[in-house]
């Protein structure tokens, strides 16, 4: 019936006036640009193996004679290497490892001005000498741990087709040394990791994956896979992405922590894109067991997964939808709730991508019970969660019905929504100020203005948007001085009028004035 | 410009006329500068002089001269030309810093921000060595240039406190941090060591001061966006550091100064507010710090003085306090009962004593006092901070802390009690802490909405406020009444009905108080006690209970509008207003003495209005006084235009323009009293109202449209006859109108009023053009607001001359014009019209050309009978269309109907709305039916097969319910 549909598109173009849902919901990085601390809680990037480690112990039996070997000088190493004596290369190598391997500062820099990397690299072709190709694996893996040059001085020695290679050798060590050093390389950024894609890493990373790896071996595979995942600008290549899917589908159902964590921020590398790279997350049918994952009690689980989430609801409706199908909103409350303020961010922009959704799936939010950890988030959160928040409930108010909002209003968010506008931050004040006119235009569709206004003076709102309209930022205090004008300029209406309608003589209530002198 | 000396003498000589107080000589001598300073080398003549001149003066004129100069030009604007040549931009900038850090301070000012204002433009890409060139100044060791650059960075950066995050933004910070973070730290440590060196020496501590508030200032800039790597791993020096600094204190930076902040207040004002953008923004990092900063400020608060000078300090420390108590997770730095009872004690009762201060403002300040304690205007008080913690406290511990307080309005009330001569300042203190413990929630409209329900507010009104008001002397401890009164007045929906009746005499005694504030706030008072609400929407104090009072009131209000300082008070004025309106006729009596008293307040008034409010609320007065009587005395109408047009000629002709509106809307609602024919002493005045002049003022357009629509509506028939003359003119007024977006729907008012009330034969020779005249307004330039009058002006001709006369005009301009405004116009817009009067217009007016305009039948125009009739169905089943083209967001701000800016509609001479449809038509819906039915007999078969071919389902099912509703079918 066509009267209906002209109806409800005019219901949609009003509900969306001046704003369009995509606009609503906002991807992860809205800036490059970072002034904080690297997070703490991010994957690492690059690793080195600093300490023996058991498997070391045990497969290289001359280690376990330890103080056999004898310091070196660099000067002493960078003879030995380039020598031809094979147990002088290798001591040589081995003590390169070592002080590589060192606590603290390790002097990679020396070691690449020393130039024995190329020679380094070539010891890795060494099929004949197992001992060899570890060491110089290792004193590799260490060297590609360190900053971009660091990196980039490994792989400009040609190491990439070199450990590529090593994949294939029979030592176990020897394999999983290679590994490691890939996924620092890979690590590094777009660039390196599109050259080891380009040089066909993935099969036999994948190869090496089997229900017998060692859980050891298997976390390193898992790290290197999910650091070929990473890193935007561009974005790993499509077909890549689809060969690794899979078995990261699968490891996110082992049982070791660490192997869960790093695919889980693989899948939260994948899904931080476009649309159509969510879709082909969505399309794995993984979006349930990351919402399981989300839930665990291990952090490093945790957090890897509720930021996969996260990002899928930046995506469509429908995309956000397979999230709320999968149950993302009953494990977000005990999210929003959680000790960490990191945590409590990460949910609270996930909610307020799902606030961003059409009112169906802003009543869902309302069905499972977000609004009230929404508005103690709001009271009582972290600052960087208390943004967050506020950021869902302007979505909540630009696209929820107005009985949704009036619920909104019921829970309580008017006080501490109020109470942020003394926040020192230009952009979560501007945004609040959106959300009380939002809250206006509620008000007045139900004539309720007036009833808005006291509350919003009562919660000592007024006294703070008043303020506001000193406040440096141009925006801000325009935003300010609208509601201002719009809704408190006027005296309170003389709302005593005597004998109103009696005779109609007095009849003149229904004209609302502005007193502007 | 060359850079001679023949032109620096010129330019020293212009400069100087410059600073002559005899405009000729100066205003001539700016005109020149203005002339020549798109010439080359300009500038740098300026710097030469600024640097290099012999004479003071002429250095300090040619800095602020350069700093107008650049702040007027270094901006490049898009597609304008370059107003400062390349050459010059490059040489300032090679120039200037040193030249500013070698400067003496006066004029090292100047050019800091003349420095800012180029960095805001050029700074990072176009002025990449600036930030090492000002760090490497740190290294001089001399703190005269060391403040420079500070001061200069400070202006730089500032902006980071309240620009949004972008990434241009935040490249540009991380770009200063990495030059400028470390070397400002070493200086922070320098600086704070060198103090310690220094400690003896008055004159280096003021210039080290100076540089530790400058450098506490830039932390707070570059901490603000969030918190850079390089402060996560310096927080402990500069924490520790802050906090040392917080607790410092040096006999040689104390100041005698009563009122002025001292460098040591100003650095650890400064202080709190890093510690609270860390405590707001930074709590996971700064957790561990927090608690030392609590107890060092905790510590500073209980040992600074009462003096002026402290109060930013003061009231900056307690506002962290009360931002900090209120977070649940250090809920435990507050809970012992010995750190509440010290916070209480120390803390908040000193600051919320009476100072000498605010008893120099209550009684020579009295207008500020009244704001400040009133309006809430008092942000930044002690008083308002105190109140803050108090009530940022009672968010956990709101029973210890009643508790504690309890005990201190005791012993307060009992020293007062001992000699209250002495000791009144203690009472005033008790009822200070009672308020701002007793109120959570308070609006200016009904005072506490949420009281704290462990304090007996009744009680304490009728044991200790009560008898203050009732004593003898009203002019007794005027500070006490005050407190008093605003007791009553914010507590007013706490304190039962009948104490409230008890107050009303002790308030209107105190009218008579010779205190500014304290009759103020009697006045106020009664105000606020008048409006509030009772049982179905009365007042809860009827006029019945008023009526002892009456005549004690007005005298009272009246006679306080007499007393020294407030004859034209606001409070007073207002409280007349409301008691007319709430005694209604029990007034009658006294309208003779009213109405002069407040014609001569008028007259006298209108010699200078200086006062808006005061003169608003005289307006309402004045029109509640002629309701009120000629309700119930219609004839008393003539005495009150005998009384008032005589004034209200004199503002006209003094042509008093803030008044004008006020005077218009009198006298409509004068004249719409008037049952019969519009008298002569109106009429005289008619052609005057159509001056130009009057609507040139946008203030004067809505309340002379209703006044004309008055004028209208009581004697169209008269200037029909008498004034058949003035009519071109009349429609002049609506062209005026109409030609303007913002007043269309004003033309659109006057013009309905025309056609409603005008004989139709005067119009006749009009008709055409007034059409002709819409048609281009449409043609030219449409807006919304224009289509919707439009839409509702139309179908009133319908209504009014019949559905044929509207399509004979239409298609009388133009061949099948009719068609097309149907077609173009009314079809696909009428959704947009809003209003139920004006809903209801167009609906009659559809359904007449529907049904009562044969060329709808039986020629072209049949096609678009389904589309007309679909169209009004949906004007009455479908939600008002209120989307607007993006492009005319603007307009309709500022326009909308209703909204004006310049003008002051008085609620009291409010107009009627007007139905011009009225009971002719009372269900719409219905009359559709009806008129169907009816067209549907003329010509039968012909309506069914209409509906049946093209109007669509939904639609055709409504129609069948007006039908059955109306109880006829179609045949």
């Known amino acids: 019936m066509p009267v209906v549909t002209e109806h409800s598109e005019r219901m949609r173009k009003f509900k969306n006036k001046g704003k369009d849902a995509a606009a609503l919901r906002r991807q992860r990085v809205e800036v490059n640009i970072e002034l904080r601390k690297a997070k703490k809680d991010e994957q690492i990037l690059k690793r080195r193996s600093i300490s023996f480690s058991l498997m070391d112990e045990n497969l290289s039996p001359r280690e376990a004679k330890g103080n056999e070997i004898i310091q070196l000088s660099l000067e002493e190493i960078l003879q030995a290497v380039n020598g031809s004596n094979r147990e002088l290369q290798l001591q040589a190598t081995q003590a390169t490892r070592r002080i590589l391997s060192r606590q603290k500062d390790p002097p990679i820099n020396q070691i690449i001005e020393l130039g024995i990397i190329p020679r380094l690299v070539e010891f890795l072709t060494h099929a004949d000498n197992a001992p060899l190709q570890f060491e110089a694996a290792w004193a590799l893996t260490n060297i590609a741990s360190g900053t971009s040059d660091h990196t980039k001085a490994v792989v400009e020695a040609g190491a990439i087709p070199a450990f590529i290679s090593l994949l294939s050798s029979p030592h176990m060590h020897i394999c999983e040394q290679s590994v490691w050093a890939l996924g620092n390389i890979a690590g590094d950024g777009p660039l390196y990791r599109d050259a080891l894609i380009n040089c066909n890493v993935i099969p036999p990373l994948l190869a090496l994956v089997s229900p017998v790896t060692p859980i050891g071996f298997l976390r390193n595979i898992t790290w290197t896979l999910s650091n070929l995942c990473r890193n935007k600008n561009p974005y790993p290549p499509l077909d890549a992405v689809k060969t690794m899917l899979p078995v990261f589908t699968c490891l996110l159902e082992h049982e070791d922590k660490d192997i869960i964590s790093d695919s889980c921020w693989a899948v939260s590398y994948l899904t931080d894109g476009s649309n159509d790279r969510i879709q082909i997350v969505v399309d794995t049918g993984i979006l349930p067991r990351l919402v399981e994952l989300m839930a665990s009690p291990e952090l490093i689980v945790m957090t890897p997964a509720l930021r996969a989430i996260g990002n899928v609801v930046t995506g469509t409706d429908e995309q956000t939808q397979a999230a709320i199908d999968a149950g993302v909103l009953a494990v977000l409350p005990h999210l929003l709730q959680h000790a960490k303020p990191t945590i409590q961010k990460e949910a609270a922009w996930t909610l307020s991508n799902i606030a961003a959704g059409p009112c169906r799936q802003i009543q869902q939010l309302i069905t499972c019970g977000l609004l009230p950890p929404l508005v103690e988030l709001l009271d009582k959160g972290d600052f960087k969660a208390q943004k967050e928040a506020v950021w869902a409930v302007a979505n909540f108010t630009t696209g929820g019905t107005v009985e949704q909002v009036v619920e909104l209003v019921q829970s309580g968010v008017l006080k501490p929504l109020l109470n942020l506008l003394l926040a020192k931050d230009s952009k979560t004040i501007l945004v609040i100020l959106d959300t009380i006119s939002n809250l206006f235009m509620a008000a007045e569709k139900l004539g309720e203005t007036e009833r808005l206004c006291l509350l919003v003076e009562e919660l000592d709102g007024l006294e703070k948007i008043e303020a506001l309209q000193t406040h440096d930022n141009n925006m801000v205090y325009r935003a300010a001085l609208t509601i201002i004008e719009k809704y408190f300029s006027g005296e309170e209406n003389p709302d005593l009028q005597p004998g109103t309608g009696q005779d109609g003589l007095y009849d003149f209530s229904v004209e609302k004035q502005d007193f502007n002198f | ?971």
């Not at chain 2, 490049?76 to 040549?85: G, H, S």
């Not at chain 2, 001061?151 to 730089?156: D, K, M």
């Not at chain 2, 009462?306 to 977070?327: G, M, T």
């Not at chain 2, 409280?575 to 009658?588: K, T």
């Open chain 2, 1 to 971: 410009m060359e850079l001679s000396d023949a032109n620096l003498q010129t330019l020293t000589e212009y400069l100087k006329k410059t600073l002559d107080p005899d405009p000729a000589i100066r205003r001539p001598a700016e005109k020149f500068l203005e002339s020549v300073e798109g010439s080359q080398n300009y500038p740098l003549l300026l710097l030469t002089l600024l640097e290099k001149s012999q004479e003071n003066v002429i250095k300090v004129c040619a800095s602020v001269t350069f700093k107008n100069y650049i702040k007027r030009n270094w901006r490049i604007v898009e597609d304008e030309p370059n107003k400062i040549c390349e050459s010059d931009r490059i040489a300032i900038k090679a120039n200037i810093v040193p030249l500013m850090l070698s400067s003496p301070e006066q004029i090292q000012k100047q050019l800091s921000d003349a420095i800012s204002i180029i960095g805001r433009e050029d700074f990072p890409q176009k002025w990449p060595d600036l930030l090492t060139e000002m760090v490497n100044r740190f290294q001089s060791g001399d703190f005269h240039v060391i403040n420079g650059v500070l001061r200069t960075a400070h202006s730089l950066f500032k902006r980071y406190r309240h620009e949004f995050k972008s990434n241009e933004l935040w490249t540009e910070i991380k770009l200063v941090l990495d030059a400028f973070a470390l070397p400002l730290t070493n200086l922070f440590k320098a600086t704070i060591e060198l103090c310690s060196t220094h400690a003896n020496d008055a004159s280096a501590l003021k210039v080290l001061f100076s540089s530790l508030i400058l450098i506490a200032k830039l932390f707070y800039s570059l901490n603000f966006q969030d918190l850079p790597e390089f402060f996560e791993d310096n927080m402990e020096t500069w924490m520790t550091n802050f906090h040392s600094l917080l607790t410092l204190d040096n006999k040689l930076l104390q100041t005698d100064d009563e009122e002025e902040a001292g460098l040591l207040e100003l650095l650890k004002s400064q202080i709190c507010d890093n510690a609270a953008l860390y405590a707001q923004k930074y709590d996971e990092e700064f957790q561990p710090y927090l608690p030392r900063f609590v107890t060092a400020i905790w510590n500073l608060l209980v040992t600074t003085g009462q003096e002026v000078k402290y109060d930013l300090l003061v009231s900056n420390a307690i506002q962290f306090l009360a931002s900090v108590c209120e977070r649940p997770h250090y809920k435990h730095l507050f809970e012992d009962q010995n750190t509440l009872t010290s916070i209480c004690e120390k803390v908040i009762v000193p600051n919320m004593e009476f100072r000498a201060a605010d008893e120099e403002a209550f009684e020579d300040n009295s207008e500020e006092y009244i704001r400040r304690d009133l309006e809430g205007s008092d942000i930044d008080t002690r008083r308002r901070a105190a109140c803050d913690l108090v009530r940022g406290l009672c968010k956990f511990f709101e029973g210890p802390v009643t508790g504690i307080f309890s005990g201190y309005v005791n012993s307060m009330l009992q020293e007062y009690a001992k000699n209250p001569t002495v000791n009144w300042k203690h009472k005033d203190a008790a009822i200070y802490l009672v308020t701002s413990l007793a109120s959570k929630a308070q609006t200016q409209k009904h005072g506490i909405t949420q009281a704290n329900e462990l304090v007996n507010l009744t009680e304490f009104f009728v044991n200790h406020i009560q008898p203050d008001l009732k004593s003898a002397s009203v002019n007794e401890f005027p500070v006490l009444k005050a407190d008093g009164i605003k007791y009553i007045m914010i507590f007013r929906n706490q304190v039962p009905k009948e104490q409230l009746l008890v107050s009303i005499p002790l308030l209107i005694n105190h009218l008579q108080a010779e205190s500014i504030v304290v009759h103020t706030y009697a006045a106020h008072a009664l105000e606020r006690l008048f409006t509030m609400r009772g049982a179905n929407n009365t007042t809860l104090i009827t006029a019945a209970e008023m009526a002892p009072f009456v005549e004690v009131l007005l005298t009272n209000l009246f006679k306080a509008l007499t007393l020294p300082g407030s004859s034209e008070n606001e409070y007073i004025m207002k409280a007349i207003m409301r008691s007319f309106s709430l005694l209604q006729e029990s007034i009658i009596p006294y309208i003779p003495s009213v109405i002069t008293q407040l014609t001569q307040k008028l007259l006298a008034v209108s010699k200078n209005p200086s006062k808006p409010h005061f003169n608003h609320y005289m307006f309402e007065s004045i029109c509640l006084s002629i309701r009120i009587t000629c309700k119930a005395n219609p004839d008393a109408l003539g005495s009150f235009e005998e009384a008032l047009f005589m004034v209200f000629t004199e503002i006209l002709q003094n042509d008093v323009q803030e008044f004008i509106p006020y005077v218009f809307q009198v006298m409509s609602l004068l004249l719409e009293m008037h049952k019969n024919e519009i008298p002569s002493s109106y009429m005289a005045l008619f052609p005057h109202l159509l001056q130009p002049v009057l609507w040139e003022r946008t203030g004067n357009i809505p309340p002379l449209v209703r006044l004309l629509q008055a004028y209208l509506e009581r004697g169209a028939n008269t200037i029909a006859s008498a004034a058949a003359d003035k009519i071109p003119g009349l429609l002049g007024v609506f062209q005026k109108l109409i030609a303007s977006k913002a007043n269309d729907h004003q033309g659109f008012y006057l013009l309905n009023s025309i056609i409603e009330h005008m004989p139709p034969e005067s119009l006749d020779q009009y008709r055409k053009q007034i059409f002709i005249l819409l048609f281009q307004r449409l043609q030219n330039s449409k807006t919304t607001k224009f289509i919707k009058s439009f839409l509702v002006f139309i179908n009133l001709y319908c209504i009014k001359y019949g559905a044929l006369a509207l399509q004979e005009v239409f298609d009388s301009i133009q061949p099948k014009m009719f068609g097309m405004v149907l077609e173009k116009i009314i079809i696909p817009e009428i959704q947009k019209v809003s209003g139920q009067v004006e809903k209801k217009i167009c609906a009659v007016g559809i359904t007449k050309i529907l049904t009562e305009c044969p060329p709808m039948m039986d020629t072209e125009y049949t096609k678009l009978w389904t589309p007309l009739l679909q169209a009004l169905i949906g004007l009455f089943e479908l939600p008002e269309d209120d989307t607007i083209p993006d492009e005319e967001h603007f307009i309709d701000i500022e326009d909308t109907p209703g909204y004006q800016t310049a003008f002051s509609q008085l609620a009291f001479a409010g107009k009627k709305e007007h139905d011009p449809v009225g009971q002719m038509v009372n269900n719409p819906r219905i009359h559709l039916a009806q008129s169907l039915h009816k067209l549907s007999t003329a010509c039968p078969g012909r309506v069914p097969s209409m509906l049946s071919t093209s109007l669509n389902a939904e639609a055709l099912q409504y129609l069948q319910g007006y039908l059955q509703a109306a109880s006829v079918t179609l045949l």
